[in-house]
């Protein structure tokens, strides 16, 4: 990932540095994850594990459920353009459990 991250940076500024085109420019793990970083590139790891805890959950949730009601009364959103859905499952993008996202 990070070899083929850095090949298409290389490849879009200009493909005739590659080694495949006649370049100087081999491109190893080492040299990808330097350019990477010298890119403001950083691989960061999803974790699935809740870190926070919220105290007062249950008072949170009804807040949020009558915030909810009172926006669908309102705008008189009918019940079936509602939707319940968990995208718990669904990837953003990447597939690896890593991604490379530009710092700051």
């Given at each position: 990932?990070?070899?083929?991250?850095?090949?298409?940076?290389?490849?879009?500024?200009?493909?005739?540095?590659?080694?495949?085109?006649?370049?100087?420019?081999?491109?190893?793990?080492?040299?990808?994850?330097?350019?990477l970083y010298r890119?403001?590139?950083?691989?960061?790891?999803?974790?699935?594990?809740?870190?926070?805890?919220?105290?007062?959950?249950?008072?949170?949730?009804?807040?949020?459920?009558f915030d909810f009601?009172?926006?669908?009364?309102?705008?008189?959103?009918?019940?079936?353009?509602?939707?319940?859905?968990?995208?718990?499952?669904?990837?953003?993008?990447?597939?690896?459990?890593?991604?490379?996202?530009?710092?700051?």
């Amino acid at each position: 990932m990070t070899a083929a991250a850095a090949t298409a940076i290389v490849r879009k500024t200009d493909r005739n540095l590659l080694a495949d085109n006649g370049g100087p420019i081999i491109i190893t793990t080492g040299w990808a994850k330097s350019v990477l970083y010298r890119l403001n590139f950083v691989k960061r790891r999803g974790s699935s594990a809740a870190k926070i805890t919220v105290s007062n959950f249950e008072e949170l949730k009804q807040q949020y459920l009558f915030d909810f009601k009172s926006v669908v009364v309102m705008d008189e959103i009918p019940p079936q353009l509602i939707f319940n859905w968990d995208h718990t499952g669904i990837s953003k993008g990447c597939q690896s459990r890593g991604s490379h996202f530009e710092l700051g």
